[in-house]
């Protein structure tokens, strides 16, 4: 299959999964004109250097761990044929398909393939390719958590079940698995730091320890430790959100994952073990298995089916341009505690989960506008886990909508109830979240309102969100919280 030949692994390829033996010989690129192109979060840069030079110290005299400034001349020196798994952005995997001496391989580090998504999609005819459908799908084909035919426990989904709000006094588990820095990460920030002090890269957010995995034997521990520690409370806990804990029942293996350090099916085979031993609850183990066969996988394949012009999709028509304050990153400029709590998390650990994610900061984000295509790279760029293949349709789609709802069957909007609902952060906040008027006004409630108003139409001809436009029809003071939203313009909250 490889042919024998050099096989050349991208930064995100670093696991023994895309070698095809114990022998192969391995080209590694560090390309300096990634990090000038864009600005990344400090942290990220650190993580994905650490996980190179980790993997080139392990390969030893097999690699070829060429350091250079673009790929193209860490090429042209290898200077013999190689092979590459299938990259994992439409960028990349132009560049390799134009080189002559580079084989393309099939992707590694999923659980479906491209053939049987084609598959299934096919089958789908018009219907839409929803993610619950896929993930059945998926699980049969797998035969993970299932009895025969039918799913474990007689269910395939568990998530009505999960929607329990953070616990007073907290999960009560061991914190998260954190490494200890070596002489590697130290070799990192020297040369991150000097590079910054030349002028030749400028990054986001703060530097601080490696929070997560750079090898694949420190990604096995944090797994272990996730399974043993954090898994039990994984479904219950998994849409909360506490000021104390940000990790709560989350893995923290996405930045592992997005590596290759990880295969996914490594978590998911622990995960079931775990439940099938009497450690995990089903509604646990099911809940985390489908963030992986389920929406990891679907998320995969959709950008390569929706093609590179999704990334630009603005159905919404958002224009806004994101405004300093949040693009930097400065959650000191931010009184609403909850963004401003979620900004932080972002700025000091290039991190946050997904209901912050997608509640908090795509919340807002949506709420006023915010040009879809610039926060994708927004998110890209600041988040430790980010890649083009997961942030497009996470932000786009998923978070966005814009889209218009292919990903997601109706917008993730939602008002200052439900951050009160899911979270402690609105009882010493210096907004009300029930608040719609006055100078407490909650700003993800006016926010909410607005959205609601400024897609009136669209919002009411979907079943799913008919009702908020009849609740919005009835608001007496509707131009009053228009026209505080107005008057806060991109100021911070
Ligand atoms: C606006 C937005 C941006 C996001 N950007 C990214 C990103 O750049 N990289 C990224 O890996 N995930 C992204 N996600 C998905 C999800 O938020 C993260 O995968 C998750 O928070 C990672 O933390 P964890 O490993 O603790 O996850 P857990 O809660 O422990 O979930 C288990 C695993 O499932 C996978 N997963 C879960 N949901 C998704 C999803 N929607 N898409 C892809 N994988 C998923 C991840 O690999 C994750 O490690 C984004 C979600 C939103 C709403
Ligand atoms: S009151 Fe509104 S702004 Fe303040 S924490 Fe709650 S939801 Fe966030």
Redesign the pocket.
């Known amino acids: 299959m490889g042919n024998g030949h050099r096989r050349w692994l991208f930064a995100d390829q670093l696991g023994d999964h895309f070698l095809d033996d114990d022998d192969q010989p391995v080209l590694l690129v560090e390309a300096r004109s990634v990090l000038e192109r864009r600005r990344f979060h400090r942290q990220k840069a650190h993580l994905v250097l650490s996980a190179l030079r980790h993997r080139a110290a392990e390969l030893g005299d097999r690699v070829i761990f060429a350091r250079t400034r673009t790929y193209g001349e860490a090429l042209d020196a290898a200077g013999e044929p190689l092979t590459v798994c299938h990259p994992t952005s439409h960028a990349a995997a132009a560049f390799v398909s134009g080189r002559a001496r580079v084989t393309v391989l099939p992707a590694r580090g999923f659980t479906t393939s491209r053939e049987d998504f084609a598959a299934w999609a096919e089958g789908r005819g018009d219907r839409r390719l929803l993610m619950e459908d896929f993930y059945r799908d998926a699980r049969r084909r797998l035969g993970v958590l299932m009895d025969g035919a039918e799913p474990a426990g007689g269910r395939w989904n568990f998530d009505a079940d999960n929607r329990e709000p953070p616990p007073r006094g907290g999960l009560g588990v061991p914190g998260p698995w954190r490494p200890v820095e070596d002489e590697i990460d130290e070799e990192v920030r020297r040369d991150l730091d000097r590079w910054e002090r030349d002028g030749v890269v400028s990054f986001v957010g703060r530097d601080g320890p490696r929070a997560f995995p750079a090898t694949r034997a420190e990604a096995a521990e944090a797994l272990a430790r996730f399974v043993a520690d954090r898994l039990p409370c994984f479904g219950p806990y998994q849409d909360a959100m506490s000021s104390g804990d940000p990790v709560m029942a989350h893995s923290l293996l996405s930045p592992a994952l997005n590596l290759g350090l990880l295969d996914p099916m490594d978590c998911v085979r622990e995960a079931e073990t775990a439940y099938q031993e009497g450690h995990v609850p089903l509604r646990s183990a099911e809940g985390y298995i489908r963030q992986l066969i389920g929406w990891r996988d679907y998320v995969w394949h959709l950008y390569w089916h929706l093609g590179p012009g999704y990334r630009r999709e603005n159905r919404l028509s958002a224009h806004t341009a994101l405004p300093a304050w949040f693009a930097e990153l400065d959650a000191d400029a931010v009184e609403?505690?909850?963004?401003s709590w979620a900004l932080r998390q972002v700025r000091d650990h290039g991190f946050a989960h997904h209901i912050v994610r997608l509640m908090v900061l795509g919340n807002y984000a949506l709420q006023r506008a915010f040009e879809p295509e610039r926060l994708t790279d927004w998110f890209h760029r600041c988040f430790v886990d980010g890649y083009d293949w997961v942030m497009t349709p996470n932000v786009v789609g998923m978070s966005q909508h814009a889209d218009g709802g292919l990903l997601a069957t109706k917008p993730y909007a939602s008002a200052?109830a439900y951050?009160?609902r899911m979270s402690d952060?609105?009882h010493d906040?210096?907004?009300?979240?029930d608040r719609r008027t006055g100078a407490d006004a909650?700003?993800?409630?006016t926010g909410y309102w607005s959205f609601v108003a400024r897609n009136e139409e669209l919002l009411a001809a979907n079943p799913r969100t008919s009702r908020s436009v009849h609740g919005m029809r009835r608001l007496a003071d509707l131009d009053e919280v228009r026209a505080i939203e107005a008057d806060r313009g991109d100021a911070p909250?």
């Open positions: 609403a505690r909850c963004l200052g951050i009160n952060f609105c906040c210096r907004y009300r979240p909650c700003p993800f409630t909250p």
